[in-house]
């Protein structure tokens, strides 16, 4: 079975840092991009970052630009998302989901910065 | 960035009647290879958004064919052909033609 889980949400202050993991099964990782997408409490999905098959090119959304940063383990089928600095907006459910189109998502780690 | 608009933004609907949804996107969302990346996604309550449309027209694997996905160039629907009670949830278009990849603001569905 195709399935995505993500991990290392919690509860951090402003400034502070979190690492999110997503463990990926059922199907070559490194053969396909991966995403991370966030969705604020009661708002629509929102694009935060992508990287492709090998790890070599990734790109982000201007918001957290900077500030996180995208990588995977292709030999642990892990994708994560190190995130530095974060502020009260980035409180939201992270999503990990598979390829340009989003075909597959995980059940979410909810993050929220908050003092 | 590609703003995808849809309308409405809520729908409230009866049992067994069709339902459909907007969706326009403020650029063209063809690519260079002649494709269009446009996606429709179902996220129940509760739930992570599901995929149930891609490139437009195509059904994901396991999708009812009462959900039917059209459109071209920056005007697209989605239609469900008669609603059931397990369809209830909020619909997001996406496209991934452009980057970053936006999606649309929601759709509420809901039984009257």
């Known amino acids: 079975e195709v399935q995505l889980v993500e991990s290392g949400g919690g509860l951090v202050q402003p400034g502070g840092t979190l690492r999110l993991s997503c463990a990926a099964s059922g199907f070559t990782f490194s053969s396909y991009w991966m995403n991370w997408v966030r969705q604020a409490p009661g708002k629509g999905p929102v694009w935060v970052s992508v990287?492709?098959?090998?790890?070599?090119?990734?790109s982000y959304a201007d918001s957290v630009k900077g500030r996180f940063t995208i990588s995977r383990d292709n030999a642990k089928n892990t994708l994560y998302l190190q995130m530095n600095s974060l502020r009260a907006e980035d409180t939201a459910v992270y999503y990990c989901a598979r390829d340009h189109a989003s075909d597959i998502w995980g059940q979410g780690t909810m993050v929220t910065v908050s003092s | 960035d590609v703003v995808m608009t849809q309308s409405p933004l809520s729908l409230p609907v009866t049992l067994g009647q069709p339902a459909s949804i907007s969706c326009r996107s403020s650029q063209s969302l063809v690519y260079s290879d002649g494709n269009i990346y446009l996606n429709w996604f179902q996220q129940r309550p509760g739930q992570s958004p599901r995929r149930l449309i891609y490139k437009v027209s195509n059904r994901d694997s396991g999708v009812p064919d009462r959900f039917s996905g059209s459109g071209s160039g920056t005007d697209f629907t989605l239609k469900i052909s008669r609603v059931e009670a397990e369809d209830v949830g909020v619909y997001y278009c996406?496209?991934?033609?452009?980057?970053?990849?936006?999606f649309g603001q929601g759709t509420k569905v809901e039984i009257k």
């Open positions: 996406m496209q991934n033609t452009h980057w970053p990849r936006t």
């Open positions: 990287i492709n098959g090998d790890g070599s090119t990734a």
